[in-house]
């Protein structure tokens, strides 16, 4: 009687280990959804972004809208954006000593009002022998700090890719769980980007000197001499065609 | 009893509230929000107007900031430039004749010196890769000059005024160093000046036009928008350890530029490439 209740428990442990990811649960359904359940989801996700986006830009463009009357502006492209992302594409790190991941793939959706970029990353656990696919979207933020202009990178949604005809096994549930909290640390704690643009708030107008020969002989003599002025940004907008950063230019000086 | 009370209760925080939306739920948001972002999509790019970048980095500065920032630069000082006078011999002479005798009157430069100011320096027009411009100098000092008049040696202080109006372009480019500069093309321009003679009973008004090279007068100038020649990247990193992320260098070059001059509007595009260093 002792053995058979021990033998009861151990099964009961290994049920629950396996009861965790609902394993059994979908068995029983006998539904093969998560597939077509995670592309939904993500889908609904990013819609939702870009519905509140949208809302949030359209707002600001009909309150103010400086476009038109910018004294400086800079554009960012769609295509740059996304040759900067590209440049992760075959890159290769470790989430913890047993699992190494390396991102397969990158796509940028830029439209009016947000930016997501999207890595397929390909996870590999050595200790129990499992390999994970999983997207890893994330939201682009733009902010200039001083003379810099900065890319902030958020993750927002990370899901497993499922393999078309399978399902997640109880185990890979739980490796793609701890694997997606990883990830989502590294993502969260990304160093910024800061693009190679640098915006100087003064222009150098070097010296000048020269001799005349001439009706009056002369020699002319001018200084070097700094222009200063403060840049303010007035608009930062993520559009289809890319970002746009409006400045305006004020307390000008001379040094 | 226990295995009664410990199997539903795995069973229960196991399967509990999925982490993603349903299907069903996924499908109402997508189809509820999408004429939602239709329409908003349609009024935003009313309200945005004509944005092509026909370049990865496109930048725009108006005609009116250019002006600002000359503006400021030539009401800021009245002594801008400075002029120092040579020794010029003869400045001025005239050959004259009185019973019979002849004789010159001349006059040299031995010294001076006095400061022009900017009294401005304006952007007219943009166009194309060419930027119009006139600047205006004007100032007064002394001269110390000497001479003679009917054989008489003489020297004197005259006041002396000098003055230039020009118009003036400029010729826009991206430097090997990836910078904007502003360029003055190659061109004489006139100084005026006017010496008020008074040497002895000599009174007149000494009148030269010098001629000068705009582009020794001036300097290019650089805009501020330049672009680095490096970038670093966080990648993940090759080795397992605490730090996941490391910043890895490349290179950057600039390519394909266009400088083109819209709506009073300085407008510079170019492609970016990276190079791992």
């Known amino acids: 009687m002792k053995y058979i209740k021990q033998i009861l428990h151990f099964i009961i442990f290994i049920l629950s280990f396996n009861i965790q990811s609902c394993f059994v649960l979908k068995e029983m359904t006998g539904t093969n959804i998560d597939e077509i359940q995670f592309s939904k989801a993500r889908q609904a996700k990013i819609h939702e972004i870009q519905l509140n986006s949208l809302e949030k830009l359209a707002a600001r463009l009909q309150k103010s809208n400086q476009m038109a009357t910018e004294d400086i502006s800079f554009t960012v492209s769609r295509d740059f954006l996304s040759k900067i992302i590209k440049q992760y594409i075959g890159t290769s790190g470790w989430l913890d000593k047993d699992t190494r ?29 499992v390999e994970v696919d999983l997207v890893m979207d994330c939201l682009m933020n733009f902010r200039i700090d001083t003379t810099d202009i900065f890319i902030e990178i958020e993750p927002f949604n990370i899901i497993p890719v499922v393999k078309t005809g399978l399902i997640l096994s109880g185990t890979e549930e739980i490796i793609s769980n701890l694997i997606k909290i990883n990830l ?41 001499r700094n222009i200063s002025y403060n840049f303010k940004i007035k608009e930062i907008l993520i559009l289809e065609e890319g970002v746009y950063f409006s400045l305006s230019v004020d307390k000008v000086g001379v040094r | 009893m226990k295995l009664l009370i410990i199997i539903p209760f795995l069973f229960l925080i196991s399967c509990s509230k999925p982490e993603f939306y349903s299907i069903e739920q996924s499908e109402y948001i997508i189809n509820s929000s999408r004429p939602k972002i239709d329409s908003l999509n349609l009024l935003i790019n009313k309200l945005k107007g004509n944005i092509s970048p026909e370049r990865d980095l496109s930048i725009k500065i108006r ?32 050959n004259k004749s009185t019973i019979g005798i002849n004789y010159t009157n001349l006059v040299n430069i031995d010294t001076g010196g006095l400061k022009l100011d900017i009294k401005s320096l304006a952007v007219d027009k ?12 004007e100032g007064s000092g002394q001269v ?14 005259p006041k002396i005024d000098l003055y230039l109006k020009e118009p003036v372009v400029f010729d826009m480019q991206i430097t090997p160093q990836n910078t904007l500069s502003i360029k003055p093309l190659s061109k004489k321009v006139i100084l005026k000046s006017k010496i ?53 260098p490349y290179i950057i070059e600039t390519r394909d530029c266009i400088i083109n001059s819209t709506d009073n509007a300085l407008d510079v595009r170019f492609n970016v490439s990276f190079q791992k260093k």
């Open chain 1, 184 to 224: 989502h640390n590294i993502g969260r704690n990304l160093p910024n980007l800061k693009l190679p643009v640098e915006m100087k708030d003064t222009i150098l107008v070097k010296s000048a000197n020269m001799v005349v020969a001439d009706k009056i002989n002369m020699i002319i003599n001018s200084p070097e």
């Open chain 2, 144 to 157: 110390s000059v000497s001479g003679k008049y009917a054989g008489i040696p003489a020297s004197a202080s």
């Open chain 1, 101 to 129: 991941f390396t991102i397969e793939k990158t796509e940028l959706t830029l439209q009016n009002g947000s930016g997501i970029a999207s890595f397929s990353i390909q996870a590999f656990n050595s200790f129990y022998k």
């Open chain 2, 63 to 94: 005609n009116q900031v250019l002006n600002k920032l000359l503006r400021t630069f030539a009401f800021n000082r009245n002594d801008d430039i400075s002029i120092t006078f040579q020794q010029t011999k003869p400045v001025f002479s005239e």
């Open chain 2, 196 to 248: 008020s003679l008074k040497l002895l009973q000599w009174e007149i008004p000494i009148y030269k036009e010098i001629p000068l090279e705009i582009t020794e007068l001036l300097k290019p100038i650089e805009f501020p928008l330049s672009i680095k020649s490096d970038i670093l990247f966080p990648l993940p990193t090759q080795t397992i350890g605490d730090n996941k992320i490391e910043m890895v």
């Open chain 2, 126 to 137: 943009l166009l194309n890769r060419n930027l119009y411009a006139t600047i205006e100098l």
